[in-house]
């Protein structure tokens, strides 16, 4: 961000192309959907440039950036509440090639033979995230898939450090309720 600053005009493309992984998959998530996240990646880049001078430089550049685009995620939220989500579950593309958004968002492959008791248990994980009410779902992205710490979730949100631990240990208890429901649901 220094570079950029500067006046390096590589700079900036570098830094989309380095968090570009990262922010995406957090916004996949997030938005429910990936034409949403990709307009909200690029609305979260374009208020990088234009607030590039208000960047404390002694602070880390990511959780800076993830406060900026989880801000953006959540004016689209707001704009677009009328709309249904898009689950992560669902099917993507109209080709019929069975991917799902949640494919998309793996870091490791798929083994072509795992369980099918492998795939029921994720669909049912994807399924109890994807039901969380949008500021868990949002801090259990954040702390979980994004190994954010507690520190950096709340600098990202601009919440404070409790409301962050309390709001964790509230998704975490949502998740496990939705995950026991959904087991017992399966068992009878």
């Known amino acids: 961000m220094g570079a950029h600053l500067g006046g390096d005009v590589t700079a900036f493309p570098r830094l989309i192309e380095r968090y570009r992984n990262d922010l ?4 996949i998530r997030f938005m429910g959907g990936r034409a949403a996240a990709e307009d909200v990646f690029q609305e979260a880049f374009l208020q990088v440039h234009l607030s590039a001078e208000s960047f404390d430089r002694t602070r880390r550049f990511k959780p800076w ?3 900026i685009a989880a801000n953006k995620g959540r004016d689209w939220h707001r704009k677009h509440s009328k709309r249904a989500a898009v689950s992560l579950s669902a099917e993507v593309g109209t080709r019929g090639e069975g991917a799902r958004f949640v494919d998309l968002l793996e ?9 099918l008791l492998d795939d029921e248990q994720a669909s049912r994980v ?5 039901g969380l009410p949008l500021h868990l779902r949002e801090i259990l992205l954040l702390s979980y898939f994004q190994r954010m710490s507690y520190q950096q979730t709340a600098d990202s949100l601009g919440i404070p450090l409790g409301t962050v631990k309390s709001r964790l240990h509230a998704a975490v208890a949502a998740f496990a309720c939705a995950w026991e429901e959904a087991t017992e649901e399966e068992a009878a």
């Open 107 to 115: 870091g490791d492959a798929n083994v072509p033979d795992a369980s």
């Open 65 to 67: 950036l993830f406060t």
């Open 24 to 27: 995406l998959y957090f916004l």
């Open 126 to 130: 994807r399924a109890a995230v994807d």
